[in-house]
C-alpha cells in the first residue's frame, strides 16, 4: 500500500533527522523524490505500455 510506506518513510525519515542531522536527511529526500519520480514514470509506462 502506498500510504503505508509513506508513512514507514516518513518515521525513518524523522529517526534519521534526528540521528544524523537536516543537512545529510536533505540529501537523503533530494535522491529519495528523484527515485520516486523514476519509479512513477516507470509505472506509468508500463500501465500504458500493457
Given at each position: 500500500?502506498?500510504?503505508t510506506?509513506?508513512?514507514a518513510i516518513?518515521?525513518?525519515?524523522a529517526i534519521?533527522m534526528?540521528?544524523?542531522g537536516?543537512r545529510?536527511?536533505l ?7 528523484i527515485?520516486?519520480?523514476i519509479v ?8 500504458f505500455?500493457?
Amino acid at each position: 500500500m502506498p500510504a503505508t510506506s509513506a508513512l514507514a518513510i516518513a518515521v525513518v525519515a524523522a529517526i534519521t533527522m534526528a540521528a544524523i542531522g537536516w543537512r545529510t536527511l536533505l540529501t537523503i529526500a533530494v535522491f529519495a523524490v528523484i527515485a520516486f519520480t523514476i519509479v512513477g514514470l516507470v509505472n506509468v509506462v508500463s500501465i500504458f505500455s500493457a
